[in-house]
């Protein structure tokens, strides 16, 4: 058996980063790869959130019909108990389910969604799992041990640290603990790669995907690093100091990449994507404390003692912010400052919120409010455009959605949490999230040296189902990009559809073998969140 198609994650990766990057030289094996190929701007679902836009890229369908929408969800549309999303959630097939049930071999390793393990036909080593129960997170069982065995590894390095996750969307302000702070994630890139050449040496997949998450990271966190144009210039000695490190993670990824792209050899599809792009940002939009001005929102007695910790988002107090609303008087709320949604408090039983038969006019009235809001320093509108649920997340899935998602001008951050002002400044600015991310393609029957238009994200899953010769379930809302294969390739390999495709293979497989220790990494990753003590 060989490696056939592998797909190369890039988490939050921007050809606006790469590309000041290739023209200085900094990553030449990458410069290589995109002239042996083909290139293009990928636009990502709504929200472009790393959680719901890579279950989005594996299942080639939209959060409407996949099931995640954040990193955190509604237990039920009547329940407003927040809790952390998991594998559980998917609720559509994804490519590793249906290349492993076409007795395909499959890796996936860093990936969300991933937990509890989907028992596949191969490997899984999951993201966004905290490192004392990596072990039991890992399929199969006692893979995590043979892995202990490579040089260098450590586990600790290799899982999800939630601390440091708050540090990258909440910014950091001691100038000792970027470089550190880097340099981790330049060694966990390297930990993801000795992983990825050990059981592609040892037990090759038809399919293996990897997941690179530190280009996100460090972007979030070191953007006036890496795009000092958009930020002051950069003066003092430290700070030239750490984007100088920050470059070095680039070139540490540039000879990584070359090495996977030397491994998988010209007769491999090799499929490059991120989940969404990066650009700045440096206003930050209260949005509860907005609610609460406008008299949608009122806080219990508890919020204005309650210590946030110096956060200026919300992103551990997910939980713990929803004791401080007094729900007997409030109609609409953000439940998370990472999807840029409002819920809206319908009654249920007689129970506090607005009548269910008051909802649409309720709901056009708030969007006319937010609609409304001006930036009264730099007098444009604060909020540039209202999804309804309707509107992005259609589907079976759909009811557990925000009712409005916001896209905020300039990609302002939004904070959940009690303030006196409704908008504020970052004291630096950062790196946010940016609806187009990057795609780039190449192996047998691909375009060589050429750059195509926009593709959506959605297009990623099917172009993998075909590149491994299977067929591509039709109700998958992607496509086949055509336009990236030369035409004879096409002609020689039609592209075949099937019948709809129900997630009834290793998503209920993993629901079936939920097992205690499979429930502690959930509770284990709510501790560290500050859902439970």
């Known amino acids: 058996m060989s490696l056939r198609t592998l797909i190369i994650g890039l988490d939050g990766a921007t050809f606006t980063v790469l590309d000041e990057l290739l023209e200085k030289g900094m990553m030449p094996r990458l410069a290589s790869f995109f002239a042996r190929g083909v290139r293009a701007p990928l636009r990502t679902i709504v929200p472009a959130l790393t959680p ?132 981790l994630h330049t060694r966990r890139e390297r930990n993801w790669f000795e992983i990825f050449r050990h059981l592609t040496k040892e037990d090759p997949s038809d399919l293996t995907a990897v997941l690179f998450d530190g280009v996100d990271k460090l972007q979030h966190l070191c953007w006036r690093f890496l795009r000092p144009q958009d930020a002051r210039p950069l003066e003092s000695e430290w700070e030239l100091k750490i984007r100088e490190i920050c470059l070095d993670y680039f070139r540490n990824l540039d000879e990584i990449l070359g090495e996977m792209f030397e491994i998988a050899g010209p007769e491999t599809t090799i499929v490059m ?59 609409a709320f953000a439940a998370t400052p990472t999807s840029n949604g409002i819920y809206i408090n319908v009654s249920r039983d007689g129970g506090p919120g607005i009548p269910e038969s008051e909802y649409p006019a309720f709901r056009e009235r708030l969007i006319a409010d937010l609609s409304n809001f001006i930036d009264p320093e730099l007098g444009i509108p604060v909020v540039t455009r209202v999804w309804t649920r309707e509107d992005v997340f259609y589907g079976p899935c759909g009811a557990v959605a925000p009712d409005l998602t916001l896209e905020l001008q300039g990609t302002a951050s939004v904070s959940i949490l009690p303030s006196p002002v409704t908008l504020s400044w970052r004291p630096e600015t950062a790196g946010y999230h940016h609806p187009v991310g990057i795609f780039a393609a190449a192996g047998p029957g691909i375009k060589h040296g050429e750059k195509v238009g926009e593709l959506s994200i959605l297009d990623v899953a099917p172009l993998v189902l075909y590149s491994l010769g299977l067929q591509v379930p039709e109700d998958m809302q992607g496509k086949v990009p055509r336009e990236i294969f030369q035409p004879e390739a096409i002609a020689a390999r039609p592209i075949i559809k099937t019948a709809a495709v129900a997630a009834s293979g290793s998503t209920e497989t993993a629901t079936a073998v939920l097992s205690s220790e499979d429930e502690e990494v959930i509770l284990e990753s709510l501790r560290d969140l500050g859902y439970i003590e």
Request: charged share 20%; hydrophobic share 40%; proline share 7%.
């Open 52 to 183: 719901p836009a890579w279950t989005s890229l594996m299942t080639g369908r939209t959060p409407g019909h996949h099931g995640v929408f954040d990193f955190f969800r509604m237990e039920s549309p009547e329940d407003r108990h927040i809790r952390f999303f998991t594998s559980l959630d998917v609720k559509s097939e994804t490519i590793f389910g249906l290349a492993s049930a076409a007795g395909l071999r499959v890796t996936a390793m860093n990936y969300p969604s991933m937990f509890p393990p989907p028992r596949l036909n191969g490997y899984v080593v999951p993201g966004w799992v905290p490192w004392r129960q990596l072990r039991l997170a890992c399929w199969p069982e006692g893979l995590m041990d043979s892995l202990k065995t490579l040089p260098g590894f450590n586990q600790r390095e290799l899982a999800m640290d939630f601390k440091l996750e708050e540090k990258t969307i909440e910014g950091c302000d001691d100038p000792e603990q970027f470089a550190p702070w880097i340099g």
């Open 273 to 331: 994507a991120s989940d969404h792009g990066f650009t700045s940002t440096r206003r930050v939009l209260h949005l509860n404390a907005w609610l609460a001005e406008k008299g949608y929102l009122a806080w219990a007695d508890a919020a204005a003692e309650w210590d946030t910790q110096g956060a200026l988002l919300g992103v551990s107090q997910v939980a713990r912010h929803t004791w401080m609303i007094d729900w007997s008087k409030t109609t």
